[in-house]
T-cell receptor
């Protein structure tokens, strides 16, 4: 199946700093990628839809200035958590679906564990 | 409102016992539903989708529009089935809405 890779897998940063998480589709081009947030043993909450070449679409309640999304190429989307605070500590997961196939499955990255200290 | 509900946080069964993980949804329109599984320390992966009507690893799920349910069933649970299971509904634009997840623990 298709592969989606996230980097880094784990990151610790200091309060007030920014951290960037990358999501790459390794063997297909993705015009759309999705970013989720997952708390321990809880559901995945959709944060935003990343659109190649245009602005991301954010879900209600998600601060777009806090979580900056850039989808500069067909294989890469980045999520930057700006001015991170301890409450931003979470597991961030991206997903992508090969284009032109509306009924295919979405493939998920392995996730990035962010800890803000 | 579009919503997916998994009422059980934890389901514990013994090996060989039948298992049913419940999922109910709320969606105006024709729903497209999925079950995803997350094994320990692994990424989320698709288990099955209702449009395929397939059986994967012995699991099946039938969409019941009258009861707005998509319960996941397996007649004989195995220890390797222990994982987090998420029911998901596909929204417009390909977005997935996930249920809260059910942790399945299969004891020897």
């Amino acid at each position: 199946g298709a592969v989606v890779s996230q980097h880094p897998s784990r990151v610790i940063c200091k309060s007030g700093t920014s951290v960037k998480i990358e999501c790459r589709s390794l063997d297909f081009q993705a015009t759309t990628m999705f970013w989720y947030r997952q708390f321990p043993k809880q559901s995945l909450m959709l944060m935003a839809t990343s659109n190649e070449g245009s602005k991301a679409t954010y879900e209600q309640g998600v601060e777009k200035d806090k979580f900056l999304i850039n989808h500069a190429s067909l294989t890469l989307s980045t999520l930057t958590v700006t001015s991170a605070h301890p409450e931003d500590s979470s597991f961030y997961i991206c997903s992508a679906r090969p284009p032109g196939q509306a009924n295919t499955e979405a493939f998920f990255g392995q996730g990035t564990r962010l800890t803000v200290v | 409102a579009q919503r997916v509900t998994q009422p059980e946080k934890l389901l514990s069964v013994f090996k060989g016992a039948p298992v049913e993980l419940k999922c109910n949804y709320s969606y105006s329109g024709s729903p497209e539903l999925f079950w995803y599984v997350q094994y320990s320390r692994q990424r989320l992966q698709l288990l099955l989708r209702h449009i395929s009507r397939e059986s994967i690893k012995g699991f099946t799920a039938d969409l019941n529009k009258g009861e707005t349910s998509f319960h996941l069933k397996k007649p004989f649970a195995q220890e390797e089935d222990s994982a987090m299971y998420y029911c998901a509904l596909k929204r417009q634009g390909g977005k997935l809405i996930f249920g809260q997840g059910t942790e399945l623990s299969v004891k020897p």
